[in-house]
């Protein structure tokens, strides 16, 4: 009985470890594909995002958000084309906008 229970906590132990990395792969691989999305908009649009590779991720876990919650109030809904859990037009969409704002609320230049 005791060899049962062993084996049971043994399976038991081992599904929840893989469950774990398996989450945190897939929010490894959200959040690359996020810095990649923020990065393309941050070569679009003129100027510097600030924070190097982190606001680059921001903004596209930001931009996301945006993208989604724009495309939906338009009603274009899916558009096939997702990796890793982000839609990538949109994500890039809102990323654009998101590093736009950025750019206009974080610029030096003075405003007389």
């Known amino acids: 009985m005791g060899l049962v229970v062993l084996l049971v906590l043994i399976f038991v132990f081992g599904w929840l470890m893989f469950a774990i990395i398996g989450s945190l792969v897939g ?6 594909m996020a810095g990649f ?3 393309a908009a941050d070569m679009v649009v003129p100027g510097r ?20 919650t ?14 890793f859990g982000i ?3 949109p ?6 906008l998101v590093v ?4 206009l609320f974080t610029s030096r230049r003075s405003m007389a």
């Not at 929010?27 to 690359?32: C, D, E, N, S």
């Open 27 to 32: 929010l490894l691989l959200t959040l690359l």
């Open 37 to 39: 999305v923020g990065w």
């Open 49 to 68: 995002l600030p924070g190097g590779w982190v606001g680059a991720v921001v903004a596209g876990l930001i931009g996301g958000f945006v993208g989604r």
């Open 70 to 83: 724009l495309f939906h109030a338009l009603n274009i809904r899916d558009l096939g084309f997702g990796i």
């Open 87 to 89: 839609e990538l037009i």
């Open 91 to 96: 994500a890039f969409v809102g990323a654009v």
């Open 100 to 103: 736009v704002a950025a750019e």
